[in-house]
Every structure is written in structure tokens, then in C-alpha cells.
């Protein structure tokens, strides 16, 4: 690894921990931190225990240091910005007690800071909490031997920031076999995903062949499935998560871990191996992949009807395409009359509207050198029905389609014409009034702007022209819709209201009305 750890960086933790340090000439071997939440200094240490259990320690750790390198010792040392011979960190109460038996693991201090003020926090996790005295030698020798080796271990990951061990840890899940095997197959892998899902799949003979494929499916795509798609498939590294870098001294592991995608994997520090959450034999992997795709190739090969329709709904299309323009003219037209208020009589007719708008849903991409089953995951078929209306619109097709279209756009150019409505055009009756489309407009644009906000009896108050308090002081007497039916009674604008909502117009809310789908886009957007 490259990476340097920002140097000031490391400084500071370590100037933070250095000004906790408590070191006591008769133990050259120990150093002594304050244990606990706000216990910021170590005043004294209780002579009972400084004779006994410390002395013990102090005498192992010194047996110890004989067996380790003085390469150890210095990592040792520079982890913890230690002094003199010490090597081993003791933690000491504000009663000047082991506190929670003194030991503690090395990643307390691991990529971490702490403060003056708070001195080394309790963290239940690093500490062993063992009566000392009570423990044999037998016991106690061998636990420090371990805790002295897991120190030289952190110290060796504290020459890296816990940054720079993430992007690595990160960089070297992207290098793992099988993700990069992932990889390399990524168009097929994910063919296999989309087909098991596409409804095109019920439409290949034989059942039980596809069952079986299916099954397979299963199986082969276990692995790929055992890493969550954000780590296998991103254009990054792993997620974009933020992610915890959890370390196990005492097996030499590390551990990345997303608590969002629930996944971690770990790094064997001295093997220099990254083991995944499940591992697989990558061989197998390799040839399931390839049987699985072999597989579906061949039930396609048998599945002549099929491929026939599907080249024959391509060729509708290519037909189709020199008169998307004029379809696209059509449907501005649809639009529009699909806007008009009142529709008298039907709406023209023509196969082509159901053919272009089936049409236009379906991509088949042109099928050449890849595999069915990559060429067959590309298809979007959203309605396998169609498959039956091939014949019926292939004979349409044999048609004059430019001049069908000319006549069908003038049909509705006709049909438009002659349902417009002008704003001076009575809409309906209401009680023997005439409502017309322009006064119908402007109840639409007052519901719009004031929807929800007063009830009916205001809307039609403001209708009508009437200067209520209420009126007044909510200044509605100034918008534009004030008395748009100043000729009419209270109740009749209330049953114009109404009736309105009776055809589908308004619809009710707790107070007052709001707007349906239909009469939305009648209204100017902006108040
Ligand atoms: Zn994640």
C-alpha cells in the first residue's frame, strides 16, 4: 500500500495521548493512562495493587519483549508515541485501582483521538475485566503474550490512516475473483436476472424445459446474489455507504462493514487474503454461467414460431418508422380533442391508434451476432398479447398507411372543428340559466387557486358578486372571478357548483372544491 497517513493528523492523535501518559521508573515496561470517563489524571496508584498485581505484569512483559523484534518495539512504540522501554498500556482508576483489571486492547487506541478532558472512555468491548490476582500464571502469562503481539499488529495498521485502509480494503474487494469474474460476465449475469423475470420467458416452449432452466437458475446465480447489487454493480468501488473498518487483533483480521446493505468482508491481514461472507469455487461458477446461458440458447433454437413473430414485429416497425411523424400529428390531435369540454357524438375510429401505440411500447433490437439470451433480455415486450394480433396487423399494413393516416388526421381536424367551444358558447343549463364556457373557465380558475381553502357557500358568495364580512377581509372582492354571476341567485351558482362536481368537473373536499383530472387543464397554472 501507498498510502501515507497525513502526518498531521497523526501528530495530533498522538499529542492527545501523550498528555495521558503516566509512567513509573520501577516499571520501565508499562505505561499508565487514566481508565475511565472523565478521569483526566493519574494521581497516585494503591500500593497493594502496585506490589502485586502490577509487579506481576511488569515481569511477564518484560520476559515477553525479549521474544519480539526491535522493529516490533519501535511500531510498538510509535503506535502509542510511547517512551523509553515501555510497551504494554495499563489503565488505572481515579481510586488508583487496575481499572476493570487494567488490560486493554490495542484498538482502543486504534485510529481513534481522545480528548484531555475526558481522558480514555470506558469501552466495555477493549477491556477484559479480570481480577488480576485471581488469575494464575498459567492464565495470565499467555494473555499477555497475546495482547503484546495484537499491540504490534495495530501498530502495524497505524501507519495507515483508517481512510487510506478503507479505499484499500475497498480497491482489493474489487480485485476478489469472483467480483471481477462478476465483472467480466456482467451482461450476462444480469441477461440471466432480467430473463427470469420477463413474462417473453412463458411464451417459449416447452414448460418443463423452462421449469428446469429456472431451477438452474437458482443455483447458478447463488454467488452473484450472496453480494448485495450496490457492492457487485456500482461504478465505484463498493456502495456509497459510509462504512465501518471494524479490527479483530487477536485473529489479525479486518473487518469492512455497511450497515445499510447489512454486508461486510473481512481481510486477513497476514495471509494478504480478502475473504468474502460466503466464498465459492470459482471453476464451477465459471461453468455454471456458461451451461446456464448454453441452456437458454438452445430451448430458444427450438422456439422457431416464436423468433418468426418477434422478427416479424420488428419488420411492422421498420415499416411503420417514415410515418412516425404523421402518428405523431395524430396524437397531438387525440390530445386536443381528449380537451374538448363537451364531446358530442363518437371520437373517429382507426386500427392504426391501437397498432402505433402497441408498437411504439416494444423494442426488438436487431438480432446479430450475440447470444439469444443476451439478445432476448434486451427485448421490451411489456404485453406478450400483441403475439396474436401479428396477422391482423400485418394485412393492415398491406394498406395505404400514408394515405389512411392523411384521411384519419383530417377526420379528427373535422371532428375538432366542429366540438370546439367558444367562451360565448352556452355549456348547460342551470335552473334556466345559461352557463356559458367562458364563465365556466373562469368557476375552474377560481376553484383552482383558492382549492380547499373556503367553503361552498364563499365560492358561490364570490361568484355572485356578494361583499360579505368575510369577503372583505379575506379581500376576495378584488380576484378576477368576483361576480362572474352577478346575475344569479346564491342557490343556482350553488347548484352550477354542483353540478358541476356531478359531472366529473370538481370534486368535493372537506372545504369547498378542488379540480379533477378532467377540468385541470382548463385552468392557467400560475395565480
Ligand atoms: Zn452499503
Not at 76 to 82: D, E, I, K, N, W
Not at 142 to 156: D, G, R, T, V
Not at 233 to 242: A, D, F, I, L
Request: charge should be negative.
Amino acid at each position: 500500500m501507498n498510502y501515507d497517513k497525513k502526518i498531521d493528523e497523526m501528530g495530533e492523535d498522538l499529542m492527545s495521548l501523550t498528555k495521558l501518559t503516566y509512567y513509573m521508573e520501577e516499571f520501565p515496561y508499562l505505561v499508565f493512562y487514566p481508565g475511565g470517563k472523565k478521569n483526566k489524571s493519574i494521581r497516585s496508584i494503591n500500593n497493594k495493587v502496585r506490589k502485586e498485581s502490577i509487579h506481576r505484569i511488569h515481569t511477564m512483559v518484560e520476559e515477553s519483549v525479549q521474544h519480539i523484534t526491535q522493529e516490533d518495539v519501535t511500531a510498538l512504540q510509535a503506535f502509542l508515541g510511547l517512551q523509553g522501554a515501555s510497551v504494554l498500556p495499563l489503565l488505572i482508576s481515579k481510586e488508583g485501582d487496575l481499572y476493570l483489571g487494567g488490560l486493554v486492547k490495542p484498538e482502543l487506541f486504534l485510529f481513534k483521538t481522545f480528548s484531555n478532558e475526558h481522558g480514555v472512555p470506558i469501552h466495555q468491548e477493549y477491556v477484559f475485566e479480570t481480577k488480576i490476582n485471581t488469575l494464575s500464571n498459567d492464565k495470565l502469562e499467555p494473555l499477555i503474550q497475546s495482547l503484546i503481539n495484537q499491540y504490534i499488529f495495530c501498530a502495524k495498521l497505524a501507519k495507515y490512516s483508517r481512510e487510506n485502509w478503507i479505499a484499500y480494503l475497498e480497491s482489493r474487494f474489487q480485485s476478489h475473483s469472483l467480483v471481477t469474474f462478476a465483472q467480466s460476465k456482467k451482461e450476462e449475469v444480469q441477461a440471466v436476472e432480467k430473463m427470469n423475470k420477463l413474462n417473453l420467458l412463458s411464451q417459449l416452449k416447452y414448460p418443463e424445459d423452462i421449469a428446469f432452466w429456472r431451477h438452474r437458475v437458482e443455483i447458478v446465480m447463488r454467488p452473484f446474489r450472496s453480494i448485495p447489487m450496490h457492492w457487485l454493480w456500482s461504478s465505484g468501488s463498493t456502495c456509497n455507504h459510509q462504512k465501518d473498518l471494524i479490527v479483530h487483533s487477536e485473529k489479525r483480521v479486518m473487518e469492512l462493514h455497511c450497515d445499510i446493505c447489512d454486508y461486510q468482508f473481512f481481510f486477513y491481514y497476514e495471509e494478504d487474503a480478502l475473504q468474502l461472507n460466503e466464498e465459492f469455487d470459482l471453476e464451477k461458477v465459471r461453468k455454471r454461467v456458461n451451461t446456464i446461458e448454453r441452456q437458454f440458447n438452445e430451448i430458444v433454437e427450438k422456439n422457431d414460431s416464436l423468433l418468426d413473430k418477434l422478427k416479424r414485429i420488428r419488420s411492422i416497425q421498420l415499416t411503420l418508422k417514415p410515418f412516425q411523424y404523421k402518428w405523431k400529428s395524430v396524437c397531438d390531435l387525440l390530445e386536443q380533442i381528449n380537451k374538448i369540454p363537451k364531446q358530442t357524438g363518437d371520437i373517429p375510429f382507426s386500427p392504426f391508434v391501437e397498432i402505433f401505440t402497441q408498437l411504439n411500447k416494444i423494442t426488438i433490437p436487431n438480432h446479430e451476432d450475440e447470444s439469444y439470451l443476451l439478445w432476448f433480455s434486451q427485448i421490451e415486450l411489456p404485453n406478450v398479447h400483441v403475439l396474436k394480433t401479428i396477422d391482423n396487423w400485418e394485412q393492415l399494413l398491406n394498406q395505404d398507411i400514408g394515405r389512411l393516416l392523411t384521411e384519419y388526421e383530417k377526420q379528427l381536424e373535422e371532428y375538432l372543428e366542429q366540438n370546439k367551444i367558444s367562451r360565448q358558447e352556452e355549456f348547460m343549463k342551470v335552473n334556466n340559466h345559461s352557463l356559458y364556457w367562458g364563465e365556466v373557465e373562469q368557476m375552474l380558475q377560481l376553484i383552482h387557486d383558492y382549492a380547499g381553502l373556503y367553503p361552498a357557500h364563499v365560492i358561490t358568495q364570490v361568484l355572485i358578486g356578494k361583499t360579505s364580512n368575510k369577503i372583505r377581509t379575506e379581500k376576495l372582492h378584488y380576484t378576477s372571478q368576483f361576480g362572474v354571476l352577478d346575475q344569479w341567485l346564491e342557490k343556482d351558482a350553488m347548484k352550477a357548483l354542483k353540478t358541476l362536481e356531478k359531472e366529473g368537473w370538481l370534486q368535493k373536499l372537506s372545504k369547498g372544491f378542488a379540480l379533477t383530472d378532467k377540468s385541470i387543464p382548463f385552468v392557467e397554472k400560475a395565480v
